[in-house]
């Protein structure tokens, strides 16, 4: 089993920068791709971020694409979103998940992801 545990967010003003943090006290995330996924109030969860197990593939949903930066650090079991440049709209509730079947080809499908962190909650004020 896979504990995942979600921590940084909070309350930025628009323009400010926020980084999360994704780790677990159990299993190693090694043999796991990652994503960040997040859901605003009265909409459904989507796609930010994925990475591979190793880091070498990454791919961003392209509202994001150039102000947030996902990454691992496998040696710390933890997995980083960093955030720039927030703007009102990224308010939302920031989850991380793991799929143990897409650690070299990381999927932004989230049925795809085997466990879920609690989420942490993003919020910029304009």
């Known amino acids: 089993q896979v504990q995942l545990v979600e921590s940084g967010g909070g309350l930025v003003q628009a323009g400010g920068s926020l980084r999360l943090s994704c780790t677990t006290s159990g299993r190693t995330l090694s043999s796991y791709g990652m994503g960040w996924f997040r859901q605003a109030p009265g909409k459904e969860r989507e796609f930010v971020a994925v990475i591979s197990w190793n880091g070498g593939r990454r791919s961003y949903a392209d509202f994001v694409k150039g102000r947030f930066t996902i990454s691992r650090d496998i040696a710390k079991n933890t997995v980083h979103l960093q955030m720039n440049s927030l703007k009102a709209e990224d308010t939302a509730v920031y989850y991380c998940?793991?799929?143990?079947?897409?650690?070299?080809?990381?999927?932004?499908?989230?049925?795809?992801?085997?466990?879920w962190g609690q989420g942490t909650q993003v919020t910029v004020s304009s």
């Open positions: 998940a793991a799929a143990y079947r897409y650690s070299d080809y990381p999927t932004d499908s989230e049925r795809e992801y085997d466990y």
